[in-house]
């Protein structure tokens, strides 16, 4: 059974750089996965796309400061020069016969 | 300008029924799968149900099963929830969003609230 994993808040310091997992459950490790950023009171905004292979591919619009990549089951997204506007929840999610979202990972930008 | 816009939300009583409705604009809506996600208050992001380009098959999280009803109307450029036979617990922000290998892009979101 597919689950995707994803610790529940994590904190960096303004101007520092964040590291978020998102962990494939035993037996997934091939699957790829889009990232989601979900500021407050604002709906969801598509980031990324990673891949097993550790490629990503952006959305439109998302500054170079976001990037993702992989390593086995985890894949990670990452972002450098922390912005205030950073401060949202992160979701991963897998598409197609198991679509789902990963439980979210609250960012507080410190 | 490519954006999804819902409407339809509201306030209904335990066992009453909504329609949601988004309108697609900026890209060619027939193209692609659409999905209804939903945020309940303190809670993730869940996905709620899609449906395939000419609409010939359908998907729905195990809860909505049998209550909720997902369509589409590609001349209308128009995706639509039917929800029946609410609950509390269906209370959540609903989104449309368009399925391309991850939803890549999202509505503003209507706000459904199940409460006598």
Known sequence: QLVLTQSPSASASLGASVKLTCTLSSGHSYYAIAWHQQQPEKAPRFLMRVYSDGSHNKGDGIPDRFSGFSSGAERYLSISSLQSEDEADYYCQVWGGDMMFGGGTRLTVL | ?116
């Open chain 2, 1 to 116: 300008e490519v954006q999804l816009v819902e409407s339809g939300g509201g306030l209904v009583q335990p066992g009453g029924s909504l329609r949601l409705s988004c309108a697609a604009s900026g890209f060619t809506f027939s193209s692609h799968w659409m999905s209804w996600v939903r945020r309940a208050p303190g809670k993730g992001l869940e996905w709620v149900a899609n449906i395939k380009q000419d609409g010939s098959d359908k998907y729905y999280v195990d809860s909505v099963k049998g209550r909720f009803t997902i369509s589409r109307d590609n001349p209308k450029n128009s995706l639509y929830l039917q929800m029946n036979s609410l609950r509390a617990e269906d209370t959540a922000v609903y989104y449309c969003a368009r399925d391309n290998d991850g939803f890549d892009i999202w509505g503003q979101g209507t706000m459904v609230t199940v409460s006598s």
